[in-house]
């Protein structure tokens, strides 16, 4: 599966962003979804993810009730909605796919989009 992420952009602090990603190939419903980001000069790390199916979601504790992961197999996509964003919600950000069960850990994504910046002003 081949991925490619949009959506970015420059924003102020409490605003909103919505990031799209969208997947090549015709078995894009077996695939469970993450998004991470990556600041200048930190370690790429987990932002939330969903299942195959979208029945489940799991985010990470930072931007749990602000951030909301969707996707819409029909048209082999997933979003991260992004509200009350913060300064330090800065990064690149990343779609993965794994044929499997969700995850937190980006080892166990093979597949990478080639991310989108995102930026929150104060």
């Known amino acids: 599966v081949q991925l490619q992420a949009s959506g970015g952009g420059l924003v102020q602090a409490g605003g909103s962003l919505r990031l799209s990603c969208a997947a090549s190939?015709?078995?894009?419903?077996?695939?469970?979804m993450g998004w991470f980001r990556q600041a200048p000069g930190k370690e790429r790390e987990f932002v939330g993810a969903i299942s195959r199916g979208g029945g489940v979601t799991f985010y990470a504790d930072s931007v749990k009730g602000r951030f909301a992961i969707s996707r819409d197999d029909a048209k082999n996509r997933v979003s991260l909605q992004m509200n009350s964003l913060k300064p330090e919600d800065t990064a690149v950000y990343y779609c993965?796919?794994?044929?499997?069960?969700?995850?937190?850990?980006?080892?166990?994504?093979?597949?990478w989009g080639q991310g989108t910046q995102v930026t929150v002003s104060s």
């Open positions: 993965a796919a794994r044929l499997a069960i969700t995850s937190s850990k980006s080892s166990e994504y093979p597949y």
């Open positions: 190939g015709r078995t894009f419903s077996s695939y469970a």
